[in-house]
């Protein structure tokens, strides 16, 4: 018997070999946001179930089936790993009363947890990077939003790899008109409907037109249209979201089927995609939800914001080519004797003084197998110091990279060497 302890399934550990592609990713993010106007906020990964029982829908599949929740032992409350971040984003925004001086831009990133079978770019433990547009009314604020992830994909080098799919679900009015014609619509047709589908029928049969099952397809395309039940407000609103795109020259689709899958969604909705990951093609999904706030206990304010799920955005940049190179010392610190040792102490901190990345080696080792690791470092010098150069507060520097002689320098001198281009 394996006895080994191994990380929870579906929740993956981040290793030095990776982590160049999430800094590349997430310092882009920061670049991003700030060139928009948008703050940054941290919410607890931990709130009360209610929250996103509330938020989300109770007949939803992150609520009936994917949430990690459990009893807190001590107090007897329901709490819940975090399965999404706008729930928490709007009630962090009610509790703090941070709109009573209007509109409010704000971001987010971290972990969300939901109990899903493990696959590529779908992981139990996943990462979203999450946009908020709190208080603002208009569709001038969608097309931001639209327009502002157009401009992500064309810094991070992926714009030619995905696509945008727009919809309208329109008020509660048009929905509850549409509702009932798709339950009727599908009370008719209930022997095609899979177990899934059935058991939505009642409940949230939106939910019916998001399905994945091959077989039901073609009775998905035949059934009635939300298109036809919008209001003049609704269908306004989404021309004025199309005529942004379009005098922005950004190109979409209309995906009548897009409905999203958590129930605080009205009017305008959207999805980034991909050909490139396989099954797990959405990289990016959002829209308006203008009455979140007040279902949450706030002043009644309208919202819109999206969210995208960075293990996926990485893949596809890791499919598409992109590697950036990890950050690199400038320098790595060779050490034989025991005054070399206790000097290059005092060197390594010189140099970080003087705002360089500096690797000292520790542990001991011959000079062969210290210059080894130093090249291997990729390092573009290293400074040797043995007890003759401890001796005489110097240090030989030795380029790893290009052209150039080993010169023996004193300490005063080293960081000029170094930070020379």
């Known amino acids: 018997m394996n006895d080994n302890l191994r990380a929870v399934r579906g929740m993956n550990d981040i290793l030095p070999g990776d982590i160049a592609l999430w800094q590349h990713f997430e310092a882009t993010i920061r670049d991003w946001l700030a060139s928009y106007g948008y703050l940054e906020m941290r919410t607890p990964i931990l709130e009360h179930t209610a929250l996103f029982k509330r938020a989300i829908g109770e007949v939803t599949d992150i609520v009936e089936k994917e949430m990690y929740t459990f009893v807190d032992e001590l107090n007897g409350e329901s709490l819940t790993l975090r399965p999404e971040g706008t729930a ?12 009573f001086d209007g509109g409010k831009r704000l971001w987010y990133q971290g972990p969300m947890f939901r109990h899903e079978r493990p696959q590529k770019g779908r992981y139990r433990q996943f990462h979203q990077v999450g946009v908020e547009a709190l208080g603002y009314a208009g569709p001038d604020m969608d097309v931001e939003h639209l327009l502002m992830t157009a401009r992500l ?17 329109g008020g509660a009015e048009s929905r ?11 009370e008719a047709h209930k022997e095609q409907l899979d177990e899934d589908a059935q ?3 009642y409940s949230n049969p939106l939910r019916i037109l998001d399905t994945k099952n091959p077989a039901m397809q073609a009775l998905v395309e035949a059934a009635p249209k939300l298109i036809d039940e919008l209001d003049e407000a609704a269908l306004g609103h989404f021309a004025a979201v ?15 089927r897009l409905v999203r899958g958590l129930d605080y969604y009205n009017y305008t909705v959207f999805e980034w995609v991909t050909d490139r990951l396989g099954a797990q093609g959405t990289v990016c999904a959002g829209g308006r939800y203008d009455g979140l706030v007040a279902q949450l206990g706030g002043k009644p304010a309208p919202a819109c914001g999206y969210a995208m799920g960075v293990e996926r955005l990485l893949a596809l940049l890791a499919e598409t080519g992109q590697n950036p190179a990890g950050a690199t010392p400038d320098a790595y610190l060779v050490n034989v004797g025991e005054a070399a040792t206790r000097f290059a102490m005092t060197v390594a901190e010189t140099l970080r003084d003087a705002g360089l990345k500096v690797v000292l080696h520790c542990g001991g080792g ?15 010098f290293a400074v040797i110091i043995g007890d003759d150069e401890a001796a005489a507060g110097e240090a030989s520097v030795k380029p790893l990279r290009g052209e150039g002689a080993q010169e023996r320098v004193g300490l005063a001198g080293l960081a000029t060497i170094i930070s020379k281009e």
């Open 88 to 99: 928490s984003a709007v009630r962090a925004a009610v509790e703090h009363n941070m709109l």
């Open 153 to 169: 994909w064309k810094a991070l080098g992926l714009a030619e790899f995905v696509r945008l799919e727009i919809n309208t679900l």
């Open 176 to 186: 509850a008109r549409h509702r009932a014609k798709l339950i009727e619509y599908f």
């Open 199 to 201: 058991r939505r029928l």
């Open 242 to 256: 199309k005529q942004g795109l379009e005098s922005a020259g950004i190109a979409y689709t209309v995906n009548p």
């Open 366 to 380: 011959s000079f062969k197998s210290q210059m080894k690791k130093a090249d291997a470092s990729a390092a573009r």
